[in-house]
């Protein structure tokens, strides 16, 4: 019930400003991001790595509109790809990158300079022997991501996709991506989108994130399973076991902070297990997306406002 308003709130300025403007340093927002420097995020993907596991880091900031902040995103990115090498990491972490924060909502070019900026992240990437997945955002970006995912694959085909199991599409969008050496994470989706294009009851999201999963396990790509649900990690194994991929021709995906005990378990078992890690100073759309999954931590959440 909670899960709309929640979506909604993360697109609004007004609460956005109120909020962040408050000391939040600690409780919930630490939960799920680490800290707002490279530093700490490079501290916090030591740590992860030292215990098995993979990590993905995204720069958080989304919907730039303006140029200067798009370039600053970019440089953000070559600044973490330069520390996570000098520090030893860049093999077990890649970076994943929002469209929207390198300028694809930019009014004049917008896919033209995204696709530049992402070019120039992928480049540094593979310099550093990483690679790079562009998140998904609404459905109103799905179609110039994949654009732009299309003309960075001809120099980058190493390149993630992301695609979200709620929306009609994404089963067709699946065949279409799971040839070899394409790499797809499949999430569930965290957008607040219309019954137009995307399912709206959890159990239907459901039957459709298993039914992508099946077209991505069967083919000849490398799928990346982004969930927590219990149910999906047991089906993505079977499909596994049905489809004879072995351990590292597929991996686990989960966000830090999120069942943490489950990604030990699923790389002590010899799973490739991979966190996706965000830092940054713009944590509130990311949070409020947090929220909205699990509303029960909203009083966790208002409480870490008042007690500061
Ligand atoms: P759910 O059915 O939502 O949750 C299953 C169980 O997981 C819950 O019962 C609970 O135990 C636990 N859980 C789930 N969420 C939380 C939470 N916030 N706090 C505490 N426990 C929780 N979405 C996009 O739209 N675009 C992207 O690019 C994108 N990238 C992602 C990358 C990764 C690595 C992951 C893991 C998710 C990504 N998502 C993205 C978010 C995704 O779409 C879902 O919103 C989110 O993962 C919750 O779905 P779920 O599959 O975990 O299942």
């Known amino acids: 019930m909670l899960r709309q308003p929640l979506l909604m709130l993360a697109r609004s300025d007004k609460v956005k400003k109120a909020v962040t403007a408050m000391p939040v340093s600690s409780g919930i927002v630490h939960r799920y991001v680490p800290g707002e420097s490279t530093e700490s995020a490079v ?127 994404t089963e067709a969008d699946c065949r279409d991506l799971a040839y070899e050496g394409s790499r797809v994470r499949l999430c569930k989706g965290a957008y607040n989108e219309p019954e137009s294009v995307a399912f709206q009851d959890k159990h239907e999201v459901d039957k459709a994130y298993v039914r992508a999963l099946k077209v991505l396990m069967a083919g000849q790509g490398y799928p990346m399973i982004a969930s927590h649900d219990p149910r999906m990690i047991d089906i993505a194994g079977a499909l596994a076991t049905r489809n004879g991929r072995a351990q590292g021709s597929y991996e686990y995906q989960m966000l830090y902070g999120i069942r943490p005990d489950e990604q030990r378990r699923l790389a002590e078992a010899g799973e490739k297990m991979r966190v996706y890690l965000p830092y940054g100073q713009e944590w509130y759309g990311y949070l409020m997306r947090r929220l909205a999954e699990r509303p029960s931590n909203l009083t966790f959440f208002l409480h870490s406002l008042v007690s500061k």
């Open 43 to 169: 501290d916090a993907t030591r740590e992860l790595i030292e215990s098995g596991l993979h990590v993905t880091l995204d720069f958080l900031g989304e919907d730039t509109f303006d140029r200067e902040q798009a370039d600053a995103t970019v440089a953000a990115y070559l600044d973490l790809l330069r520390s996570l090498t000098e520090n030893g990491l860049s093999r077990n972490a890649e970076v994943s990158v929002k469209l929207s924060a390198v300028g694809q909502a930019l009014p004049d070019q917008g896919e033209k300079v995204a696709l530049d900026n992402a070019r120039s992240i992928c480049q540094a990437a593979r310099n550093a022997g990483t690679t790079v997945t562009l998140d998904m955002e609404d459905h109103t970006t799905t179609d110039s991501t994949l654009g732009i995912l299309r003309e960075l694959r001809k120099d980058f085909p190493e390149t993630g996709a992301v695609l979200q199991a709620y929306l009609h599409r």
